[in-house]
């Protein structure tokens, strides 16, 4: 019904930036929040961040002042715009939203994940 569709992960070198998107897809009445989780290898996932309809964000305290997360309610997307980029930030980097479908149900749904590798 709902689908959430990731991009733009990859390689990049200590200090730099990536700027992922997340388009969400499908029979969608609303979005209530659209965020993203990220996994490192052997660890568990963790939010690092995430934004509401009207705007407000939350934010993992590790990327706080380096990642910026905003969202365009017309075109149903999110995008996370990753800044001073360390190693540690290496994982796989999930995109999240709660969904209300148009039948009035509410779900949550995961994208499929792309790579962030940080690396020199």
């Known amino acids: 019904q709902v689908q959430l569709v990731e991009s733009g992960g990859g390689l990049v070198q200590p200090g730099g930036s990536l700027r992922l998107s997340c388009a969400a897809s499908?029979?969608?009445?609303?979005?209530?929040?659209m965020g993203w989780y990220r996994q490192a290898p052997g660890k568990q996932r963790d939010l690092v961040a995430t934004?509401?309809?009207?705007?407000?964000?939350n934010y993992q305290d590790s990327v706080k002042g380096r990642f910026t997360i905003s969202r365009d309610n017309a075109k149903n997307t999110v995008y996370l715009q990753m800044d001073s980029l360390k190693p540690e930030d290496t994982a796989v980097y999930y995109c999240?939203?709660?969904?209300?479908?148009?039948?009035?149900?509410?779900?949550?749904?995961w994208g499929q994940g792309t790579l962030v590798t940080v690396s020199s």
């Open positions: 499908g029979s969608i009445f609303s979005i209530r929040y």
């Open positions: 999240n939203a709660g969904v209300v479908v148009l039948s009035g149900t509410y779900l949550a749904i």
């Open positions: 934004i509401i309809r009207d705007g407000g964000t």
